[in-house]
């Protein structure tokens, strides 16, 4: 089989699944994205998911497109970009029949994936068991091992503490204070200072506790529940990082690109 024959389909277009999706397209691998129909990402200039609500995104030169139907991935694949499908249960693999699967929602769960889905399933980070529902799994946690193929086992546990990044970890992230409906006058790019009110849920503002440049902000209108992640600020204040994919994203594309050929570059 040649490489770039290889049919790789992606559950997930969030950041993660992005960099993944980015590193197998430049690869000349044949990628294909299924997502929910709403998604809720918060990196969302560097997320192809974005296709969904914007009928088109691209990221770092690379363009994703939302279809409506299986019949238009070859179409897709023919004008050198990523079909994205709203199919949160990636039924399209029946008929696709994709060579790699890589589940890259970040659920922290299995959503129904078995390694009888392809030649080669992969999960990101934790939920998954190497050797038993997928073939390996990538560590997505920050530190030595950030990338590495697991051949059997598991991820590292989820810590619940972002990446320190100049000395700030939860400091970076803004939450929902309360459940309600998020809405925002800002815009990922935007330069914050301290107490900085960035957005509100059902009234309630959303405040900055550092200074820096919003990396990630979730889109108005969406419910969310308490405490879940409405945003990221970036106390390096570099807009370009805001665009681009970051080196974690990367790490963990490296990481599958290094199964995918470990199974088929043989």
């Excluded at 409506?68 to 179409?75: Q, T, V």
Aim: hydrophobic share 40%; with cysteine.
């Amino acid at each position: 089989m040649s490489l770039n024959s290889l049919k790789v389909l992606i559950r997930g277009g969030g950041e993660q699944a992005t960099a993944v999706a980015h590193r197998l397209h430049r690869s000349h691998f044949r990628v294909v994205i299924v997502e929910t129909s709403n998604p809720e990402a918060v990196r969302r200039e560097v997320a192809f998911s974005e296709a969904v609500h914007e009928k088109e995104k691209t990221v770092e030169g690379v363009t994703a497109r939302l279809i409506d139907s299986a019949d238009d991935i070859f179409d897709m694949w023919q004008d050198n970009i990523i079909p994205v499908m709203v199919d949160p249960e990636a039924r399209v693999k029946a008929v696709l029949k994709p060579d790699v699967v890589v589940d890259a929602t970040i659920a922290k769960r299995n959503l129904g994936n078995k390694m009888s889905d392809a030649r080669l399933v992969i999960g990101l980070g934790v939920g998954f068991t190497a050797g038993r529902d997928v073939h390996a799994v990538i560590e997505t946690k920050r530190g030595h091992n950030l990338g590495r193929v697991i051949r059997i086992g598991e991820a590292e546990a989820d810590t619940g503490i972002p990446g320190n990044i100049m000395g700030y970890t939860a400091e970076r992230v803004l939450r929902a204070p309360q459940a309600g409906v998020f809405t925002t006058s800002h815009s990922i790019g935007d330069i914050v200072q301290v107490g900085d009110v960035i957005a509100e849920v059902d009234g309630m503002p959303i405040k900055t506790v550092i200074g820096g440049v919003i990396r990630g902000l979730l889109r108005s209108g969406i419910e969310v529940p308490k405490g879940m992640k409405s945003g990221d600020v970036d106390p390096r204040g570099m807009k370009e990082y805001c665009v681009t994919i970051s080196e974690k994203g990367r790490a963990i594309a490296g990481g599958v690109l290094e199964a995918i050929l470990a199974e088929f570059n043989v």
